[in-house]
């Protein structure tokens, strides 16, 4: 008798998995493990599996919007692909795919009336979506274009995560800035697809880097950037394939750059005036120096001490290079670095195979000499000590 009920039961527990699979193979809605809280307009969705449409939320909209409604939103879903949508009477008028995740906010020109949020699958599991209350903040946006890429920081301008989604929808329609759309992964991972540059794709990383800064800094001001964490932003070209990813600051990456060029950069050793250098296929020398006397016009800051080198510079190669000031730094015994003088005649010219160049460098003295003067390319760093006493600078103190 017992084995006869144990059997029933059995029966009946397979009965019921068969029904069940039965029901939720042939309906077009289903959804299993359901939880909903919604309070003060915000709602809190999860699903274990779904199956079909979900309807989230009816929208009542009792006035005329002053501008675009804006709903910011999160959503994730761990396997299959979800499809959030805003309806009215007319049909769609908003919708957006999340794969594995995404963090942004619906966005439509609204009217007075009634609007379904709901969301599509045909199957997808473990799916979470919260809602903020609705917005309509277009009206009063931000002038996002007399914001500088330094005011972020200097003015302390700080956004909401709704705004920080109006900034990025306004830098995708800037054609400056070569962006077609910009979404969110998560808090943390930003993904940017560039516009078809066509002839001009050589320059994908120039315009990466050039939006990454804009949209970081925009990024840091929001109220997404926590714990002092980088964003990382991705950027994809027009075919959705990835050219470059960035997890740190412009800054930081400058002085990772710097750090592996110096660890690489051949270290030519130090000199003395007019000792002739070889680097790489030119020969510089430093042929002399003295004081000027001299002074740019109209200028408030008007330094004690300016000193003229002499900078000669020979191409040994077979091809033309150039010899400029700027690969110049000099730095005084006490280790300040010190201003190169703006004069116009200073050396700044193309150097053809074979031929050879004299030219001034004018930097601002301390009279804390000897002075460091180098010279450094990304291959080469070859620095000369010159003192006080050799650029007559001991007899005007």
Do not use: C
Not at 8 to 26: A, K
Not at 160 to 180: L, V
Not at 181 to 206: C, N, P, Q, W
Not at 331 to 347: A, C, Q, T, V
Request: glycine fraction near 6%; hydrophobic fraction near 35%.
């Amino acid at each position: 008798m017992r084995n006869k009920n144990r059997f029933f039961i059995i029966f009946g527990i397979v009965i019921m998995v068969s029904i069940f699979t039965t029901i939720f193979l042939l309906s077009e809605n289903v959804a299993v493990n359901t939880s909903k809280n919604t309070k003060d307009g915000n709602v809190q969705l999860s699903i274990g599996s779904l199956k079909g449409e979900y309807d989230v939320k009816t929208l009542t909209l009792d006035q005329e919007p002053e501008g675009k409604v804006a709903i910011p939103y999160e959503a994730t879903v761990e396997e299959g692909t979800l499809v959030l949508t805003v309806d009215d009477s007319d049909g769609i008028v908003w919708e957006k795919e999340v794969s594995p995740s995404t963090v942004g906010s619906i966005e439509f020109e609204g009217s007075k009336g009634t609007y379904d949020i709901s969301i599509y699958t045909e199957e997808a599991k473990n799916v979470k979506l919260n809602l903020s209350p609705e917005v309509s903040r277009r009206a009063t946006e931000r002038d996002w274009s007399s914001i500088s890429l330094f005011d972020w920081e200097e003015k302390q301008i700080r956004l909401t995560k709704d705004e920080f989604h109006q900034y990025i929808n306004w830098f995708t329609e800037n054609d400056i800035y070569d962006i077609d759309h910009i979404r969110m992964i998560d808090h943390e991972v930003v993904e940017a697809t560039l516009k078809d540059l066509g002839e001009y794709a050589d320059f994908e990383d120039s315009a990466a880097r050039i939006a990454d800064s804009h949209i970081r800094e925009a990024y840091k001001a929001s109220t997404y950037y926590q714990n002092q964490t980088e964003p990382t932003m991705r950027f994809l070209n027009s075919e959705d394939e990835l050219i470059v990813e960035y997890d740190q600051s412009s800054e930081q990456r400058r002085v990772e750059r710097e750090k592996e060029e110096e660890e690489k950069r051949d270290d030519l050793g130090t000199f003395t005036m007019r000792d002739p250098i070889t680097v790489g296929n030119d020969v510089i020398t430093i042929t002399g120096g003295t004081t000027v006397t001299r002074r740019l016009n109209d200028e408030v800051y008007s330094p004690n001490i300016v000193v003229r080198l002499g900078i000669l510079f020979e191409n040994t190669g077979t091809n033309g290079t150039y010899a400029s000031t700027r690969l110049f730094s000099v730095k005084d015994s006490w280790g300040n670095e010190l201003d190169l003088y703006p004069f116009d005649d200073r050396l700044s010219e193309t150097v053809e195979a074979g031929e050879e160049t004299h030219g001034p460098l004018y930097f601002v003295a301390t009279g804390k000499g000897p002075y460091e003067i180098t010279y450094t390319t990304s291959n080469y760093k070859a620095v000369w000590i010159i003192s006080d006493e050799e650029l007559e600078i001991w007899s005007i103190q």
